[in-house]
């Protein structure tokens, strides 16, 4: 396939967004988006077991409701204390209604007494692009890491003020936004579903 003429990004996390709309800054379409672009934008309830469902579902929706390729990812933090928890359901770990504040401080008390040596975790990342009709791409990005005891920097959203990324010093909320969209978990899945875009023209 090619790059479609448009992409409509699945997605009404605004943190998300961003970041979607920044790494995938030269990507040869025109960006849709539910905040600036009127239209049927479906609501799309997360009830995939699977980080691919969940993108699945929200990608396709956007696709057959607005009638144009549509981009979704599905995202989550695994913690290695809590056994890959809370993985897919990390935007709901405090509750089905819950703030990114809230979830963000479940996970510290959760794992509040876990050593040093046991803090183990990554971010994972699967993105979908959907075209009308049943054609769909996907990739996926990790990025390893640890958890620190308490939130540092401003930066980012959700997990991001406990993350340190393999190798780093600094929470992802830490890293400027062009550093942290280099080595993110979402970062490296859409440049691998863009080399698949290429692949397969």
């Known amino acids: 396939m090619t790059f479609p003429e448009a992409v409509a990004v699945a997605s009404r996390n605004p943190g998300k967004i961003r970041e979607i709309l920044a790494i995938c800054s030269d990507w040869p379409v025109r960006w849709m988006t539910a905040d600036r672009d009127p239209g049927p934008w479906p609501e799309v309830e997360e009830t995939g077991v699977s980080y691919l469902d969940n993108a699945r579902l929200k990608a396709r929706a956007v696709a057959q409701v607005l009638g144009v390729c ?107 936004r062009e550093e942290k969209d280099r080595i993110s978990h979402r970062g490296r899945a859409l440049r691998s579903l863009r080399a698949q875009i290429e692949g397969a023209s």
Do not use: W
């Open 70 to 176: 549509a981009l979704a990812d599905d995202s989550g933090i695994e913690v290695d204390a809590l056994g890959g928890a809370p993985g897919p359901r990390s935007a709901r770990f405090a509750g089905p209604h819950a703030s990114e504040e809230e979830n963000l401080r479940k996970l510290i008390e959760a794992v509040r007494d876990v050593p040093d040596g046991g803090r183990g975790a990554r971010y994972r990342c699967v993105a979908l692009l959907s075209v009308p009709g049943g054609d769909e791409l996907v990739g996926e990005g990790v990025c390893e890491g640890t958890l620190i005891h308490e939130p540092r920097g401003s930066g980012g959203f959700g997990y991001d003020p406990i993350f340190v990324p393999a190798g780093r010093q600094e929470t992802m909320a830490e890293l400027d």
